[in-house]
């Protein structure tokens, strides 16, 4: 099947992309709510596209020939610049009861040009108890031309009461060549490099891509992944993941101070900071907001860069337990073949399975907010077997 238009980029996903455009058709058909649904959840593991996926269908809906990708009514609708689609995406780790509210409010009001009032939230899963209990209405009997698009990693993932409410599309993990030819066709990525990219990245093209462009991208990489044969002594362990949240800590605030400054600046202007006058008694609190949710969000993303290098070092473990099993299986690290096979001679399968375990939990620990020095000195030890 050749997808065009806004499904271009959707690679590996033609289940998806088929009843996404099967909903299209109705809608713009008349539209009745048997076959147009109102609340949709999709759902596929980080990278797979799945807000992508939204975003396609949100524009898909909007435009009068179902999707070109070409037109005003297209690129406004991904852009998140379309009127009437409102693209939720946080930074911070809670979408909480007011977030919530805003958007009911929002999703009750007709489409000012379009000819649905799209809502697509980026990541539902992060939709507290609370705020599930402001949506369910809503996305239970939404507006006549109202349309929700949640997203999520799994459908477990999101509350209960509102996910029973969505019709589930689940998307899969797009296979490796299909990655690479998307690298190549839409990047301008040589082959080599975009198979490569595409193996290493292990089904999540958001990585691939950065692999594929990005030098710096592909030595941290290669940095992690000679962090196992270093560690040799308490010292080296520790040293180890010192260097590892400082890295990551540097790549937050890298991130986010241009973006930090832009919005303190837009703030502080619209507050009336910068005229003369009378300021909103609660101007002071809404700056300190927004510096705890700038906070939140540093701590975020160095969160997701430690999650990065933990995806890594699975992989080279994985690897390892490949070689210990025979599987045959080709190997994710092919250029780190010999520190695999070493390792995979020197030590029994049972240790590697333990540290394949240690990296979860390891997981489990930054996502339930254990300091993250603490959570990989711990890691380290377990991986030089000596925790
Ligand atoms: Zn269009």
Known sequence: MTTTGVWTDL??????VETLQRAVGAAAA???RHAMTHAWLLTGPPGSGRSNAARAFAAALQCPAGGCGECNTCTTALSGAHPDVT???????????????ELVRRAAMSPTLGRYQVLVVEDADRITERGADALLKSVEEPAPRTVWLLCAPTADDVVVTIRSRCRLVELSTPSTSAIAELLQRRDGVEPELARFAARVAQGHIGRARALARNEAVRE??????????RLTSLGACLKAAASLVDAAGEEASQLTADLDAREKAELSEALGFTTKGARPRNAQAALRDLEDQQKARVKRIQRDALDRVLTELTSFYRDVLTVQTGAGAPLINAEFAEAIGR?????PPEATVVKLDAILACRTALETNVAPLLAMESLMLSLAGIG
């Open 11 to 16: 690679i590996g996903q033609d289940r998806v």
């Open 30 to 32: 008349g539209g009745n």
């Open 87 to 101: 693209l939720v995406r946080t930074e911070a780790l809670s979408i909480g009861v007011d977030e919530v509210r």
């Open 220 to 229: 941290r990489r290669q940095d992690i992944l000679r962090l196992p044969g």
């Open 343 to 347: 390792l995979a001679h020197e030590t």
